[in-house]
C-alpha cells in the first residue's frame, strides 16, 4: 500500500499564524508543581491551629517571616511587579529577538497562575483581615486573566499579535487549506466537507451565549479531530496512507482551519467581550498590587523579617 509522505511546506503567513502563541508549553507548570510539593511538605504545619504552630519544629522556616515563607513573599512582590512589563510591552516597538506580544503574554499568564500559590505559602496558608482581602483580590485577578487569555487566542492575530480582519482571515484559510491539500493529497472540496464542525447553537442571552458556544465549538473541534485522526491513520486518497509526519501536519492544519473558521463566525461577539474583560481587568489588578505594596511596606516599617 502507497504512503503519502510530508512535503515540505514553505513559510506562510498563515504558518507564522498558527504558531504564534496559542499554547502553552506544559514545562511552564514545574514551577507550580515545586510549590505543590512545598505545600504537601509543610502540611503537617499548615493543618495546625495557631497557637500550636509555635512549637512545630517547621515554624522557623514556614512562618510568614519564616525563611521558605518571606522568600516566597519577595518573589510574589517581584512577581507583581513583573507582570506591569506586559502592559509596557503591548506599547512598545521592539525587535523580533525581544520576543512577540504572544509570546510575553504567555509568560505574563505563567507568572499569573503561580503567584496565587507563592502567596499562600507566604501566608501559610492562613487568609484573614487585609491579607485575606488581598488575597482575594489575587485570585479574582488570575482567574479573569485565564479568561481573558482564552478570549485572547479566539481573536485571529498575526505573529506579531495583531488582530486580522475579515479579509486576511479568508486569505490564511485559503493557505491553509492549500497546504492541507498537498499535506494530504486530497482535494479542496474533500477537506471542506471534512472540516465541517457541527455544532449545537447555545443560546443564553448575547454575549453569554456567544462565550458558551465558544466552548461548544472547542469539544466539536475535538470530536472532529479525533474523527479524522481515526480516517486519516487508517486510509488516504486512492487507498494510500499517510506518514505520521504528513499526519500531524495534516491534524495542525486542520485544527487551525477548523479554528478560523469558528473565530470568524463569533468575532464581533469576541472582540466585545474582550474589551468588557480588560477594562474589568485591569483595575481589579492595580487594587491587588495596592494591598500587595501596602503589606510590603508595613512588613519592613515594623522590620518583621529575616533579610535585616
Known amino acids: 500500500m502507497a504512503t503519502i509522505q510530508a512535503p515540505r511546506v514553505p513559510s506562510s503567513r498563515a504558518g507564522a499564524a498558527e504558531r504564534s502563541g496559542t499554547s502553552l508549553n506544559p514545562l511552564a507548570m514545574l514551577p507550580n508543581l515545586l510549590l505543590l510539593a512545598i505545600t504537601l511538605a509543610g502540611l503537617p504545619y499548615y493543618v495546625l491551629a495557631a497557637a500550636a504552630r ?15 515563607g518571606q522568600t516566597a ?31 510575553w503574554l504567555d509568560v505574563h499568564i505563567v507568572v499569573g497562575l503561580t503567584l496565587p500559590l507563592l502567596g499562600a505559602l507566604h501566608a501559610g496558608w492562613r ?13 479574582i485577578v488570575c482567574l479573569s486573566g485565564v479568561i481573558g487569555r482564552y478570549l485572547y487566542v479566539r481573536i485571529p492575530r498575526s505573529r506579531a499579535g495583531a488582530e486580522l480582519d475579515r479579509e486576511e482571515v479568508a486569505a490564511q484559510r485559503r493557505q491553509l487549506l492549500a497546504d492541507l491539500t498537498e499535506a494530504t493529497g486530497l482535494t479542496t472540496e474533500d477537506l471542506e466537507q ?5 455544532t449545537v447553537r447555545a443560546s443564553r442571552g448575547r454575549l453569554l451565549g456567544a462565550l458558551a458556544q465558544m466552548v461548544v ?18 486510509r488516504g486518497p486512492d487507498g494510500a496512507t499517510l506518514d505520521r509526519t504528513a499526519l500531524n501536519r495534516g491534524l495542525s492544519l486542520a485544527r487551525r482551519e477548523m479554528a478560523l473558521s469558528q473565530q ?45
Open 54 to 68: 509555635l512549637r512545630s519544629p517547621f515554624h522557623p522556616w514556614l512562618k510568614s517571616s519564616g525563611y521558605v
Open 73 to 103: 513573599g519577595l518573589v510574589t512582590f517581584a512577581g507583581f511587579l513583573f507582570m506591569w512589563l506586559y502592559p509596557m510591552r503591548k506599547r512598545m516597538r521592539l525587535p523580533p529577538r525581544a520576543g512577540s506580544v504572544p509570546q
Open 127 to 139: 487568609f484573614r483581615g487585609l491579607i485575606g482581602l488581598g488575597y482575594l483580590a489575587m485570585l
Open 194 to 198: 471534512m472540516l465541517t464542525v457541527q
Open 217 to 234: 465549538d472547542d469539544f466539536a473541534r475535538a470530536r472532529t479531530l479525533r474523527a479524522l485522526r481515526r480516517r486519516w491513520k487508517a
Open 264 to 308: 470568524v463566525r463569533l468575532l464581533e461577539a469576541t472582540q466585545k467581550m474582550f474589551r468588557y474583560w480588560h477594562a474589568a481587568h485591569k483595575p481589579v489588578a492595580i487594587a491587588a498590587f495596592g494591598a500587595v505594596t501596602v503589606h510590603v511596606i508595613v512588613v519592613i516599617a515594623v522590620g518583621s523579617t529575616w533579610l535585616w
